[in-house]
Nanobody, 118 residues
Framework: QVQLVESGGGMVQAGDSLRLSCAASGRTFRDYVMGWFRQGPGKERVFVATITGSGGSTYYADSVKGRFTISRDNAKNTVYLQMNSLNPADTAVYLC???????????WGQGTQVTVSS
């Protein structure tokens, strides 16, 4: 099993920065494509960012390009999401995702709340 635990969420003001962390279990963390998704109140879950196992490639939703940066530290089994220039539209529950390299099964964390006030 793969367990994912997010942390770092909180309440900030528009323009502030926040860094989310996702700690993962397992000894093959490097093989997993990791990602971040978010879900606002009454809205569906949407893609935010993803990063390949080696950290060599990243992909972002248009809404966060230039503001968010995804990274990973495979020695620590942790993936990060650095969020800069936050605005109220970024308010959501942020969920960590791990995709099994063979089965493509998706594992999810419990989510961490990010609230951005104007």
């Amino acid at each position: 099993q793969v367990q994912l635990v997010e942390s770092g969420g909180g309440m900030v003001q528009a323009g502030d920065s926040l860094r989310l962390s996702c700690a993962a279990s397992g000894r093959t963390f490097r093989d997993y494509v990791m990602g971040w998704f978010r879900q606002g109140p009454g809205k569906e879950r949407v893609f935010v960012a993803t990063i390949t196992g080696s950290g060599g490639s990243t992909y972002y939703a248009d809404s966060v390009k230039g503001r968010f940066t995804i990274s990973r530290d495979n020695a620590k089994n942790t993936v990060y999401l650095q969020m800069n220039s936050l605005n109220p539209a970024d308010t959501a529950v942020y969920l960590c995702n791990a995709r099994h390299p063979i089965t493509r099964y998706n594992y999810w964390g419990q989510g961490t709340q990010v609230t951005v006030s104007s």
